[in-house]
Structures are given as C-alpha cells and as structure tokens.
C-alpha cells in the first residue's frame, strides 16, 4: 500500500493539498510519510491539511518547508500536532 507521497517543488500551491488531505482521511491507506516542501502552500491549505490530520493520525513524517504558511498557519499545524 501507499505510505509515502513526495510532491516537493510541485508549485500547485494550497490546491496540492486537496488530494493528499482526502488520501490521509481514508483511514485505508497507510501515509506516513507526506512531503509537501516548496509548494508555494498557504494557509488555506493548510487548513484544510489540518482537518485531514484530525481524522487520521498515521503520518509521522510532514514536510512543510518552504511554503507561504503565515503564523496564523503555524498555529494550525500546532494545534493539530499536539494532539
């Protein structure tokens, strides 16, 4: 099954994000490893990661460098990640 997802340098921006977020809510598939570096990703994208990772807590390794995220977007992800 699919553990890993490298999209570094995709430059799709918060867009890049939509597939991946409904790949981590599917509780069928074992990602563990998601690598959105150099995305041109915002905050939006972000937000919508963020909900993605409620749901499912498989990924162990998230690599956000790189990206547009504001603090507003930093706070999201620590949020999330403290959980």
Same mark, same amino acid.
């Given at each position: 099954?699919?553990?890993?997802?490298?999209? =570094?340098?995709?430059?799709?921006?918060?867009?890049?994000?939509?597939?991946?977020?409904?790949?981590?809510?599917?509780?069928?598939? #074992? *990602? =563990?490893?998601? #690598? *959105?570096?150099?995305?041109?990703?915002?905050?939006?994208?972000?937000?919508?990661?963020?909900?993605?990772?409620?749901?499912?807590?498989?990924?162990?390794?998230?690599?956000?460098?790189?990206?547009?995220?504001?603090?507003?977007?930093?706070?999201? *992800?620590?949020?999330?990640?403290?959980?």
């Amino acid at each position: 099954s699919l553990t890993t997802v490298d999209l =570094t340098g995709n430059g799709q921006g918060d867009c890049a994000v939509i597939g991946i977020a409904i790949g981590i809510r599917n509780n069928k598939v #074992n *990602l =563990t490893t998601v #690598n *959105l570096r150099c995305n041109r990703l915002g905050d939006e994208g972000t937000e919508i990661l963020c909900q993605a990772l409620q749901l499912n807590c498989s990924i162990v390794t998230l690599d956000l460098r790189s990206n547009e995220i504001t603090e507003n977007g930093a706070e999201l *992800l620590a949020k999330i990640l403290r959980r």
